[in-house]
């Protein structure tokens, strides 16, 4: 059995007898267990098509039976699984000594608890985000034609001239009737990894600067604010206390994976497809979103992405932007900045030229 190596040593307590002893009590169904809202959080902000199960199984063999061997033994997949899992554990409070306490029945209990947190986010998200999109792609001034209901999708995607032309994948040409109509019969396949040209700011693509402007569309930062800040802060400025699935959470800047999650929500929002599946091969939405986390995670990219969370919090946080804005020029923390780059380049150039 899974987790043999911790069975005998059994919960002496159970705080949430709902989520671990579901067939020893049942509680009323008033009680929400508080493991779905931390799925539900831990999907938005860490992984959203996670396994949670296996998550837990391979976590857990880390924390046991697999301890003592070296991390460069694991591949860079296990590593990353690892710090996904160690996230989770941040996340939920005790959840570590749970997981070691309980038996087999128990942590998958847990799994499908969180599970079950994570797929009714993304489910509420999907339903939440189908109407309200339809508002931020309208150009100033103009209306959709022919116009599109809020709750029916079949005419959305590449049947559509303006979702069609945001969805199209950047370096594609919406304006060529041969790509449209190939885009609008299928004949165009667009894999996940080709990313649509509504995630670059005013939608316009630069091929010789391809991070400029990227993830910096004004529709993701709607999605962003509809879902995490309340939708009503989409037509204001967001409050300082942070409202919504933000505050209750105790968020106070976005992660990487939270653009990634909404990134997928929104491109979703605009197709025409109409229930969400992982293995959908029409929109491709695990390779897509797998696609944005890799690119994220990418150790080449990790300037960019640092700027790019600047802007983000910048867009959500207001309290976050204000500290976190470049040192005024002239001023003591600049010049500290300047010697220390300074140092580095020094350091490194004296490291070259010794290899040469």
Excluded at 55 to 65: A, K, P, S
Excluded at 193 to 221: C, H, M, T
Aim: hydrophobic share 35%; proline share 6%; with cysteine.
């Amino acid at each position: 059995m899974l987790f043999s190596w911790v069975l005998g040593r059994k919960r002496q307590f159970c705080p949430y007898p709902s989520t671990y002893s579901l067939h020893k009590f049942s509680p009323p169904s008033c009680i929400s267990d508080p493991l779905i809202g931390h799925g539900r959080h831990f999907g938005r902000t860490v992984h959203a098509l996670c396994n949670v199960g296996a998550l837990l199984t391979n976590g857990i063999l880390r924390l046991g039976e697999q301890a003592d061997e070296p991390e460069d033994s694991f591949t860079a997949e296990q590593r990353r699984e690892h710090r996904v899992f160690a996230m989770l554990l941040q996340m939920v409070p005790n959840l570590e000594a749970r997981l070691m306490e309980g038996d087999d029945e128990d942590v998958v209990s847990i799994a499908e608890t969180i599970q079950r947190g994570v797929s009714s986010a993304r489910s509420d998200d999907t339903k939440s985000l189908k109407g309200p999109i339809l508002d931020w792609i309208v150009p100033a001034g103009q209306a959709l034609s022919p116009p599109l209901a809020r709750n029916v999708k079949m005419d959305r995607g590449f049947h559509h001239e303006r979702t069609g032309a945001l969805l199209c994948p950047a370096g594609m040409d919406w304006s060529d009737p041969e790509i449209k109509e190939g885009l609008a019969n299928g004949d165009i396949v667009v894999p996940g990894d080709q990313w649509p040209i509504f995630l670059y700011a005013g939608y316009i693509y630069d091929p010789e600067n391809p991070w400029k402007g990227l993830f910096r569309s004004n529709i993701l930062v709607c999605a962003y604010k509809h879902v995490f800040t309340s939708p009503s802060s989409v037509e204001k400025a967001p409050k300082a206390t942070r409202s919504g699935n933000a505050r209750l959470h105790g968020m106070t800047s976005v992660t990487p994976a939270s653009i990634a999650y909404i990134a997928t929500q929104a491109r979703f929002a605009l197709s025409s497809a109409s229930v969400f599946s992982r293995t959908d091969t029409v929109t491709d939405s695990e390779r897509f979103y797998h696609s944005v986390s890799d690119h994220f995670d990418d150790v080449d990219e990790q300037q960019e992405v640092a700027e790019l969370l600047v802007w983000w919090n910048r867009q959500i946080f207001p309290t976050y932007s204000s500290a976190r804005r470049a040192p005024t020029k002239n001023s003591v923390l600049a010049k500290i900045k300047e010697q220390r780059a300074l140092r580095k380049s020094a350091l490194t150039n004296g490291s070259q030229g010794r290899t040469d």
